[in-house]
């Protein structure tokens, strides 16, 4: 089995060798001035890859201060529901 290709924008091949196009780099699809995105961290969802900053982040604009940094081994699936995730408090 061949090492994955950081450069590919689709990360994972099927046994029968067609690629699983649910799933992208979100390196290489991503170029918003606003987002830092490690090479090996991930996306699955069933849309269009050029809408993946927008369903990440819908409100991160290029006028806006804040800004967006992804991990370079990063998984984030499409049923991830981040604006719901609570701190734990002890």
Same mark, same amino acid.
């Given at each position: 089995?061949? $090492? #994955? &290709? /950081?450069? @590919?924008?689709?990360?994972?091949? #099927? ?8 799933? /992208?780099? #979100? !390196? ?19 849309? !269009?890859?050029? &809408?993946? @900053?927008?369903? $990440?982040?819908?409100? #991160?604009?290029h006028s806006v201060r804040e800004r967006l940094v992804?991990? !370079?081994? /990063?998984? *984030? @699936?499409?049923? @991830?529901? $981040?604006?719901? /995730?609570?701190? *734990?408090?002890?």
């Open positions: 089995m061949p $090492l #994955l &290709d /950081v450069n @590919a924008i689709h990360p994972i091949t #099927l046994p029968d060798g067609t690629l699983y196009h649910d799933t /992208v780099y #979100l !390196k290489n699809v991503i170029s918003h001035p606003r987002m830092e995105i490690g090479e090996y961290s991930y996306f699955t969802h069933s849309g !269009k890859p050029e &809408d993946t @900053a927008e369903i $990440l982040a819908p409100y #991160l604009g992804i991990g !370079k081994f /990063v998984q *984030i @699936a499409w049923e @991830a529901i $981040l604006s719901q /995730v609570q701190p *734990i408090i002890r």
